[in-house]
Every structure is written in C-alpha cells, then in structure tokens.
C-alpha cells in the first residue's frame, strides 16, 4: 500500500499572490485532502536581491484569506546548507564541474555567449586537481551539472496531465547549481528540499514542465526517486497572452478580489473551474465536493482565460458564483461579513440594524462591497443628493408626488412601524387617492432611498425608522414644492 502523498507549493516572494499561483495552491490542497496527504508550504526565498517582505506578507494575506490552510511550512533560506551540501556530493560524483569563465553573478544562471549554449569544453574537461586548485586559489567559480552528452537515452517523464514527455540529453545545456558567490540557483534549492522533504508529487504551472528534465537528473544524481510531476495550464487574458502581474496589475492579485469584496469560497471555487472540471454540469461546488471530485484527469490541456475588462476587472464567472455563495451563507454570517465594508465606508450600523439590512440586501448584491453603493441609503443620516424628477411617479406629475409625499407623511408620522401596519396603511392610502399602488409607493421609495431601485418599500421603511423617513420625506416635499411657497 503506497504512503500518502507529500505535495508542495513554493511561492517566490517577490510579487503578491498572482491567481495562478493560487489556483497551483487549490490544487496542491485539493490533492492532498482527496488522498489523505500533506500539502507543505514552501517559501522559496533564496532570491534576496529581488525578495520583498511586502511581497511576503501579501503572499501570507491572499493564502490565509482563501482559509484552506496548510500542514508544514518552511523557508528555503533557513536551508542553503542542505542545498550546498548536495550539490558538492554531486561534484564528488563526478556529475557537476566547476567553471572559471568569469561572468557576473547575475550571469551565473545564464550559459556563455550566443545560440544554443551546451557547455564549456575547457571548464568542463578541467582535470579535478586543478579545478580544485584553482578554487583553493580563491577563484571564483559557477557549479555546474554535467550533462551526458553521448550514448545515454532521453530524459522522460509521464506528466500526470500532458502525459509522456522526453527530451534529449543534446538538448539540455550544463546548468548551474551554485552561483560564484554559493548561494544555489533555483534547480539546486528546489530539488534538495523536495527530496530532504520526501515530496511525492510537484503540481505547477505548465512553464515550468522544461525544468523538469533538468530536475530528475539532478534526483537521479543524488540517488532519489523523482516525484511524481503534473504541469497546470497557464491563465491567459482575454487577448491570449500570459496573465501576468507586470502587464496586467492588480487584476492578477488575490488580495485585490478580497478587498472588493470577493468570499473566499466562492473565489476558490472560481478558480478551480479554470483548468479543471468535476466532467459534470456541476459548476457551484463546496469545499467538500471539490475534494471528493478532484483529479488530475479533470485537469484540461488547453489554457484557461480569465475574462476581464478594462471597464469591469473580473470575471463574470466569479461575480456569478460570489453572488451565489452570499444568497446562500446564513444571515448572521453575512452580516459579519459585510460589517468591515461598511465601516471602512466611513460608516457606523448597530449590529442589529445591520442583520436587517443585510436581510433585505442579500438578494441585491453580488459582492460584499457593494453594501455600501446599493444600500448606503441605511447607513447615511442624510441621503446623498438625487434628482427631484425621480420622485415622480410615470403617468402622474409632481402635484400628484407632493400630494402623496404630504399624505404619507401623515401615515408615517402616526402608524405603527411595522410591514403590515405600513403595507395596509399606505395601500389604503393610495385607494382614498385613487391612484395606482404604484404611483404611491414610488415617490415614498425615492424620498427615502434616493432612488427607484431599493429594497422591497415596506421593510426598508421598517429597518429605517419612523424618524429617518419623516425627516427623507420632509425634504422630498421641500424639493417638490413650486419656488413661490
């Protein structure tokens, strides 16, 4: 019986959170938690001349806000000297050599000169003691793999998504292991920790499938049995290039759809639809049905696009899905959600006004910051300005408004304040006036919201209060009657 599979995510910390590594992140969980695994977080953080903390910390937020958590975590720094120490042993096998050509440090990564570079003959052929002598000198020196160059087969793979890949030996040049100043390049670090860390299985994005030839012969030199590989396809914009943090900006940030007011289980389930599928209809799934559906046959080939505008940043697939997820979550935990937007509006709501309000909005929202745009009639002590002709009613004119407003205002200021009390009050109303429901219930919506499109007329009226909507009404009436008065 096969062990539980060790998978891993390994995000560099010299950005924020891109989605695609999110969605390799849900992925890497998703496994794990299907097979009963462990799902290590890994920072590659070996890179410090481009290593940021805010980039760390926003790495940190986006995974913690997508609340799925992990089993292990560790640091690549806290690690060069594993990374060192495995790459001299593939030096004392015979499998790497030092190379003297001077290059800079940020060089070190790169093959010498133009075209397709394999190898420096003159480094590469250097007898040991000299190569040794020369670095006793004080030399400095890149440590590179040697590469077969004859008479060995291909390298493969079975990728668990695209399936068989070779390349062969000729084609993969002498990378470097160690950089001339010792820290290890991202090959050596990458596959030291995975074998000292026993990962099983390495689930990534689809550009990194060409380093993985150069990954197994760097196991096969230190004697380990590679992993298990499955490359992800990549996320593209709309006009087919790579979704990437420098031409497309915060729209490929996670933390930028929690701060519009994404739920995070709603975003997770969004992203898992870009590349996989159940192989159902199903596109709506808890945390819980992803899990029991996840596998890498459900995994598609082709790229997935992440359809955005520059006049609407996401996707209409994930605010479709978010608006679903915030129709369905409990009242009380809407509520709780949606209090942070509120307040950072610059507003104040007593805890249960606001589970009134969050009952009437629920329907009306498709993102959590939008409480605040179609409901701050609730929150304001004075509505925001409105146009005056939208108090009136179509077919009826502003006499008929004023004279509604002043009738209403004479229900509201005695009635009780409750949806049935309210409903048969202004509905009697309306009967006297011998008008339309609906041309008394419009004039009495706008005067109190400040618009045509509210919230159902009776429990708005409710949740706001006798005095809030005598005071709206007031100066609806003010609007409408003519200057000379």
Not at 205 to 226: E, M, R, S, V, Y
Not at 250 to 259: A, E, G, K
Not at 308 to 321: G, I
């Amino acid at each position: 019986m096969s062990s539980p599979p060790r998978v891993r995510f390994a995000p560099s910390p010299t950005g924020f959170l891109h989605i695609g590594s999110a969605r390799t992140f849900i992925f890497n969980w998703l496994y794990a938690r299907h097979n009963h695994g462990t799902l290590v977080l890994r920072i590659d953080d070996t890179d410090v001349d481009r290593n940021t903390q805010a980039s760390l910390d926003s790495i940190f937020e986006g995974l913690k806000w997508l609340d799925l958590g992990w089993d292990e975590e560790y640091h690549q720094s806290d690690r060069l000297q594993l990374h060192q120490e495995m790459a001299w042993g593939i030096l004392e096998r015979g499998l790497a050599y030092r190379d003297f050509t001077p290059a800079g440090s940020s060089a070190d990564e790169r093959p010498h000169g133009e075209g397709a570079w394999l190898f420096n003959p003159g480094m590469r052929e250097l007898p040991p003691e000299e190569s040794q002598r020369r670095a006793d000198a004080g030399e400095p020196f890149v440590l590179r793999f040697r590469v077969p160059r004859a008479g060995d087969p291909p390298v493969q793979f079975k990728d668990g998504v695209y399936g068989l890949q070779s390349k062969e030996l000729a084609d993969i040049e002498d990378f470097a292991l160690l950089r001339s100043n010792g820290i290890p390049t991202y090959h050596m670090a990458s596959c030291a920790d995975d074998i000292d860390l026993h990962i099983s299985h390495i689930i990534r994005g689809q550009d990194h499938l060409t380093n993985t030839f150069k990954h197994i012969l760097i196991f096969q030199a230190l004697g380990a049995q590679p992993p298990q590989f499955a490359h992800l396809p990549l996320l593209l914009a709309p006009d087919g290039s790579k979704l990437s943090k420098r031409k497309h900006g915060p729209v490929v940030s996670v933390t930028t759809y929690r701060d519009a007011g994404f739920v995070p289980q709603a975003y997770v389930n969004f992203l898992c639809l870009l590349g996989w599928s159940p192989k159902d209809d199903r596109e709506k799934m808890s945390r819980e049905e992803l899990v029991a559906a996840f596998s890498f046959e459900g995994i598609n080939r082709d790229n997935a696009v992440v359809n955005f505008q520059e006049s609407d940043p996401f996707d209409p697939k994930a605010v479709w899905l978010n608006s679903e997820y915030i129709r369905a979550m409990a009242v009380e935990d809407l509520a709780a959600k949606l209090t942070p937007f509120v307040c950072a509006a610059g507003f104040s709501v007593e805890p249960d006004k606001m589970l009134a309000v969050t009952k009437l909005l629920r329907e009306r929202i498709r993102l959590l910051s939008e409480v605040t745009t179609v409901g701050d009639f609730f929150f304001r002590e004075e509505l925001a300005p409105y146009d005056p002709a939208e108090l009136i009613p179509q077919k009826g004119d502003a006499a008929q408004a004023l004279k509604v407003l002043q009738r209403a205002r004479g229900i509201l200021a005695t009635v009780e304040f409750t949806h049935d009390a309210l409903d048969a009050a202004l509905r009697g109303a309306a009967e006297e006036l011998k008008i339309k429901a609906g041309q008394m219930f419009q004039p009495i919506r706008v005067a109190v919201c400040g618009r045509k499109a509210a919230p159902p007329l009776f429990e708005t009226l409710e949740v706001l209060g006798r005095d809030s909507c005598l005071k709206r009404i007031d100066r609806a009436v003010e609007l409408l009657l003519p200057e000379e008065q």
